[in-house]
T-cell receptor, first 118, second 112 residues
Framework: GAVVSQHPSWVICKSGTSVKIECRSL??????MFWYRQFPKQSLMLMAT?????????EQGVEKDKFLINHASLTLSTLTVTSAHPEDSSFYIC??????????????FGDGTRLSIL | GQSLEQPSEVTAVEGAIVQINCTYQ??????LSWYQQHDGGAPTFLSY????GLEETGRFSSFLSRSDSYGYLLLQELQMKDSASYFCAVRARGAAGNKLTFGGGTRVLVKP
C-alpha cells in the first residue's frame, strides 16, 4: 500500500495565486521529508529538506520566501508556492526517508502534484 | 556538491538486456539508488547499493564500484512495461542529514 499521500494531484490556477501542497506519511512518523521539483523531461531537483519542528533546509538557488515549508507534525509537511507565476509550473513531488546516516532504507515518493499556472 | 552522469536514452527490443551506467562525483557518499519513473508518475524505488558488488532483484540487478565511483542497472528479459525513465541517485550527507541527488535520467524505450 501507499506509504506517502500527496494532495492535490493536479492544480490549475491563475498567476498570483498561492498554492498549498500537502504530503502525509501514512505508515510511520517522518521526522524528515523532502520536496522535489521536476520540469518536463528533466530530472528531480531537490528543493528543500523539511524537518519536523524546525526550519526547513533549502537547496542553493531555491527561494525560501517563495516556497514556504511547514512540517508541524510527524505525519504532515506542506509546501506553499506563494504568488505563483507561469515559470513555477512544474511537477512537485514529496518523499519520506530517514535522515539517518548509512541507512539503506529507500525514500518513498508521493504521487506528485502537477502545478499549472496560467 | 554532487554530480551524476547517465546516458539520456536507450532503445531495445523485448527480451533483450539493457545496462544503464552511472558515474558520480560526490562527497560524503553512502550509497547509490535506482528509481523507475513512468511518464506522469512518481519515482518508484528499484534498488540500493551501499557496498561494492551486485544486487539482484528479479529481472533487475544493480552494481556498484565505490573505488570507480561507478554503478549500473541491468534490466533483463525486457518487457514493454519496462519503457520508462530510470534515474540513478546518490545518497550522501547533506546539511540536514542524508539526501538523494538524482542523475539526469535514462529514457528506456522497449520495442516489440
Amino acid at each position: 500500500g501507499a506509504v506517502v499521500s500527496q494532495h492535490p494531484s493536479w492544480v490549475i490556477c491563475k498567476s498570483g495565486t498561492s498554492v498549498k501542497i500537502e504530503c502525509r506519511s501514512l505508515d510511520f512518523q517522518a521526522t524528515t521529508m523532502f520536496w522535489y521539483r521536476q520540469f518536463p523531461k528533466q530530472s528531480l531537483m531537490l528543493m528543500a529538506t523539511s524537518n519536523e519542528g524546525s526550519k526547513a533546509t533549502y537547496e542553493q538557488g531555491v527561494e525560501k520566501d517563495k516556497f514556504l515549508i511547514n512540517h508541524a507534525s510527524l505525519t504532515l509537511s506542506t509546501l506553499t508556492v506563494t504568488s505563483a507565476h507561469p515559470e513555477d509550473s512544474s511537477f512537485y513531488i514529496c518523499s519520506i526517508g530517514t535522515a539517518q546516516d548509512h541507512s539503506n532504507q529507500p525514500q518513498h515518493f508521493g504521487d506528485g502534484t502537477r502545478l499549472s499556472i496560467l | 556538491g554532487q554530480s551524476l552522469e547517465q546516458p539520456s536514452e536507450v532503445t531495445a527490443v523485448e527480451g533483450a538486456i539493457v545496462q544503464i551506467n552511472c558515474t558520480y562525483q560526490t562527497s560524503g557518499f553512502y550509497g547509490l539508488s535506482w528509481y523507475q519513473q513512468h511518464d506522469g508518475g512518481a519515482p518508484t524505488f528499484l534498488s540500493y547499493n551501499a557496498l561494492d558488488g551486485l544486487e539482484e532483484t528479479g529481472r533487475f540487478s544493480s552494481f556498484l564500484s565505490r573505488s570507480d565511483s561507478y554503478g549500473y542497472l541491468l534490466l533483463q528479459e525486457l518487457q514493454m512495461k519496462d519503457s520508462a525513465s530510470y534515474f540513478c541517485a546518490v545518497r550522501a550527507r547533506g546539511a540536514a542529514g542524508n539526501k538523494l541527488t538524482f542523475g539526469g535520467g535514462t529514457r528506456v524505450l522497449v520495442k516489440p
